[in-house]
């Protein structure tokens, strides 16, 4: 995936080989928020302003701005992976939340890396 983080907001870009320059936009929130560059360091820096204009607005009119991630969200298994996930995390000492959310950071943090 293609990434940038800044204040704890998600810009997720592709390059745009007809515009020769990369597109972005931040995700995580209902606000539409675009950014644009021809370069890495351009795009970066045009992520950082838009979250930058995007909380300073906010401000501007009084509305708080969305955080991106609430830290909660609900994910439906089947009830074998659920009886498994469970039974792992006995095994482990952890509870199930404790358990899922390890795993569900290790594999994040492994799909960003690849």
Known sequence: MNAFQYKGYLGKFEFESGDDAFHGEISGIRDVIHFTGRSVDELRQAFQEAVDDYLATCAEIGKPPEKPYSGRFMVRVSPEIHRLAES??????????AFAAETLERAAREAIQA
Not at 88 to 97: F, H, I, M, P, Y
């Open 88 to 97: 792992a995390a006995k095994v482990t000492g952890k509870s199930l939340n």
